[in-house]
Each structure stands twice: as structure tokens, then as C-alpha cells.
């Protein structure tokens, strides 16, 4: 079966490419990024990448003909979370407009993505907004779970949340399994060298470089070690104030080991509070190993400045990780009653 899909807030695609694999075919891409649609639109030339604000697409010819809808919606707070106004409630932000989308393409099945902290964010008020609003759209949520990228092929401490709705006069007809997780874990080796995930080592490419102090510094740190594994002088001079807080900051001066997954990784892997240091040189990750870590193929190309490419990486969702909950997507609607415009 050929299921039709549209994706939202897309960014570099590795959301988009997973389900792909999994058996999606996207009818419709937006992202108002240009480097990211520039990117998309190299890989995948035959792709309807449609750059550009959201609020500004108008998603009803697409009523009746598309199965299934995803994207990662940036969470915000919403005005006026809590008054228990529905649709209303999320105006003005970009929730409401992938709400929007929904209501205006009425997909058989439909996912949110997005962080951890969407959980607890405004003391859960968010969340409960966003709950109330696919209510109101008249769809019935089937999962809101984290999953943990590394049990799905990824080599990264990766949590993201996963909201599944499926619209309601098909809820009769719902059977939803979350993907089963992998035996193995994965590790920074599988990432970088020829292995279980990839059949080369990493190509070689352009990376950020640390400043000649901040090396000295790192140069110090073992494998798998971070600040605290510096000399106490040393400790207090790198971490200033930081170094009388509370709690573990072991991201920072933080240097990855080979035998462990890399830890999430960010916009750049060379900020002080999220440093990505390579587990035997003292240099941060370069744009194809943070590129491996998330689990692109090599040939995935990304546009823009160097600065540019590592914050779409780093933004993305893990390709493995996308496989899996597309396959788990793909047999829900597999059992959903079936429509005349699938073929």
C-alpha cells in the first residue's frame, strides 16, 4: 500500500527520511528554514518542498487525499493555557498551526514530535492544552510516550516524545503497538566505524576547532570524562561560577567515549555548556560524525554554512529512530479501513 503523507516543521528531513524507509511517500514538505529546505530539496529533487511560513499555507486541497500527517512542532507557551478554550486557547502559536493543518487535510493518522520537557513544560498546562485541542479536532490520542532513541538503533542518548492520534470514526478499527526495542545498544564506535550500523569508517569533513585554552583544557579530560575529572585549579578557573552550583553539568569540558553512546546531541558541539569533544582527539565532532550519530546515511547532503549544518543535524530527529515508529505507522493503518484514494 502507497500511504500519502505530509510533514511539517521538516527541517533536514531525518524524520522525513525514516519514514520514508518505512513506506511513506510525502505529497508535501515545509520548513521555513533556507539552508534545511535547500538540503532537502538536494536529496530528494523529487520532493514537493514547500519553503516558507506556515501560517501561510493553505492545507485544503490536500483534504481526503493524504493519510497521514506528521511534524516536530517547536513547543511555546501558550498564552492561554488552562482556560480550557480548545483550538482557541493555542492561537499564535505554531502548535495551532499544525492543529490547523490537521483540521484542514483530515488525515486518518496523525504525529507530533517533539521534546522530553513538553511533559512538565507550564507545569503540565501545555500538554493538557495540546490534549484538549485533538480532542476538539475530533481525533483520539493513541500514544503520548518517550522513547529513547538508543534502543532503536541509535547511538545517542536521544528522548523525544511521540503524540499518535488517529481520527475518530476510524478509532474503532486503531491497533497501535509502540516498536519494539533492539537488543543491542549501539555506541560511538557502531557510529563512527565500520560496523554494525555502517560498512566504512566515517568520511572525513569539515568540523569545528576548540580555541587553543579551551584545548589545553581538554586535553586533560579522559575518555568518557568531563569537568570534574580535571585538576581542582583547573576545574575552578573552566567552570567560573558554574563550579559553586548544584547538580552534574557533565556535559561540559565533556569528552565521549567508544564504548558508550554519545550523549544528545545539540546545535553545535562545541558550546561550553554541551561540549561533544572526539573520544581520542581533542576536537569537537565533525558535520559527518554528528551526521553518523543521528544516524544519516553518508550520502545525505547538508546546505549551508558549517554553523548552519550542525544545527540541522542537531536538530533532527534520528533517521533509525524514525524507521521504527514509521513501521509501527505503517501497520496501524494497515489496519484501519482503507480509502479509494490509496493505491
Known amino acids: 500500500m502507497n500511504f500519502r503523507s505530509i510533514e511539517l516543521f521538516a ?27 535547500a538540503t532537502l530539496r538536494h536529496n530528494r529533487p523529487n520532493w514537493n518542498v514547500v519553503e516558507g511560513d506556515i501560517s501561510q499555507i493553505d492545507f485544503t486541497p490536500y483534504r481526503g487525499n493524504v493519510d497521514f500527517l506528521s511534524g516536530g512542532f517547536p513547543c511555546q507557551a501558550f498564552s492561554y493555557a488552562g482556560n480550557k478554550r480548545g483550538f482557541e486557547d493555542v492561537r499564535g502559536t505554531l502548535f495551532f498551526e499544525f492543529a490547523r493543518a490537521i483540521k484542514e487535510v483530515q488525515p486518518s493518522v496523525f504525529l507530533g514530535e517533539n521534546v522530553r520537557g513538553l511533559l512538565s513544560h507550564d507545569d503540565g498546562r501545555t500538554l493538557a492544552t495540546i490534549k484538549n485541542v485533538i480532542a476538539d479536532l475530533g481525533y483520539t490520542l493513541l500514544a503520548s510516550n518517550v522513547l529513547k532513541a538508543i534502543n532503536y538503533n541509535v547511538p545517542q542518548k536521544r528522548e523525544r516524545l511521540f503524540l499518535i492520534g488517529v481520527r475518530n470514526d476510524l478509532v474503532g478499527e486503531a491497533s497501535f503497538e509502540l516498536p519494539k526495542s533492539h537488543e543491542r545498544i549501539m555506541n560511538l564506535h557502531d557510529a563512527l566505524k565500520a560496523g554494525a550500523l555502517y560498512d566504512c569508517d566515517v568520511p572525513k569533513s569539515e ?56 550523549l544528545t546531541l545539540t546545535c553545535s558541539p562545541a558550546q561550553n555548556q554541551t561540549e561533544r569533544c572526539h573520544p581520542d582527539e581533542t576536537r569537537p565532532l565533525t558535520v559527518r560524525e554528528y551526521a553518523r550519530i543521528q544516524t544519516f546515511p553518508d550520502n545525505w547532503q547538508f546546505s549551508g554554512s558549517m554553523a548552519a549544518q550542525y544545527r540541522q543535524i542537531g536538530n533532527a530527529v534520528p533517521v533509525n529512530l524514525a524507521h521504527s515508529v514509521g513501521q509501527s505507522l505503517i501497520d496501524l493503518l494497515k489496519n484501519l479501513i482503507t480509502t479509494d484514494f490509496r493505491t
Open 207 to 262: 568540523g569545528q576547532i576548540y580555541p587553543l585554552k579551551k584545548k589545553a583544557v581538554l586535553d586533560l579530560v579522559p575518555a568518557g570524562g568531563c569537568w570534574r575529572h580535571l585538576p581542582e585549579e583547573i576545574q575552578r578557573e573552566y567552570m567560573k561560577k558554574s563550579y559553586f552550583m548544584g547538580g552534574g553539568r557533565t556535559g561540559m569540558a565533556r569528552r565521549l567515549s567508544w564504548n558508550e553512546p554519545s
Open 11 to 37: 527541517g533536514a528531513g531525518g524524520l522525513a527520511l525514516g519514514l520514508e524507509k518505512a513506506g511513506f511517500n510525502a505529497v508535501l514538505l515545509n520548513e521555513i528554514d533556507k539552508h534545511a529546505c
